[in-house]
């Protein structure tokens, strides 16, 4: 069912960039829409710091090492 939904959604998307004479094909869509489902999936799922966007967990995902230091 879903599925489905999505493929609806996507060939009117695709539709409407070729009916509209934007530049791109069926391809720039696709690879567009996968983006930003992406995008959007990342921003509500993975935390960060509100003060410091993406730098909220450096000191979590580097082990306490400084930026661009070697791991041992």
Do not use: C, F, Q
Request: aromatic content about 2%.
């Amino acid at each position: 069912m879903l599925t489905r939904r999505i493929r609806e959604d996507l060939d009117a998307s695709i539709g409407h960039h070729a009916a509209s004479g934007l530049p791109g094909d069926s391809t720039s869509v696709l690879l567009l829409y996968l983006t930003l489902n992406w995008l959007i999936v990342e921003r509500l799922t993975v935390p960060v710091s509100t003060s410091r966007p993406g730098r909220g967990r450096t000191k979590e995902l580097t082990n306490g090492e400084a930026h661009g230091s070697k791991m041992a």
